[in-house]
Nanobody, 122 residues
Framework: QVQLVESGGGLVQAGGSLRLSCAASGRTFSSYAMGWFRQAPGKEREFVAAIRRSGGSTYYADSVKGRFTISRDNAKNTVYLQMNSLKPEDTAVYYC???????????????WGQGTQVTVSS
């Protein structure tokens, strides 16, 4: 079992930055690839970024590539999402999730956090 708790969301102006954190419980954090997803009102949950168990490989949606950076600290059982150059279309609830490997499909993830709201004003 892995429990995930996101933090760091908030209201920011377009062009600003936020860093999301996702703290995991349990001793098996390093056994899981981690992903960030987001869901805007009326839209399906979409892939944002993922990172392999060791942190050696990362993957991004085209819409955030070059602006967002996923990283992890296995010693702290935490995964991060640094978001720069934020746009109003980045507004959504952001979720972290854990999976055996770094999938893009959210249905492949076994554990989910409760989400944190990110709102970008224009």
């Amino acid at each position: 079992q892995v429990q995930l708790v996101e933090s760091g969301g908030g209201l920011v102006q377009a062009g600003g930055s936020l860093r999301l954190s996702c703290a995991a419980s349990g001793r098996t954090f390093s056994s899981y690839a981690m992903g960030w997803f987001r869901q805007a009102p009326g839209k399906e949950r979409e892939f944002v970024a993922a990172i392999r168990r060791s942190g050696g490989s990362t993957y991004y949606a085209d819409s955030v590539k070059g602006r967002f950076t996923i990283s992890r600290d296995n010693a702290k059982n935490t995964v991060y999402l640094q978001m720069n150059s934020l746009k109003p279309e980045d507004t959504a609830v952001y979720y972290c999730a854990a999976a055996p490997t770094a999938f893009i499909n959210p249905h492949e993830y076994d554990y989910w956090g409760q989400g944190t709201q990110v709102t970008v004003s224009s």
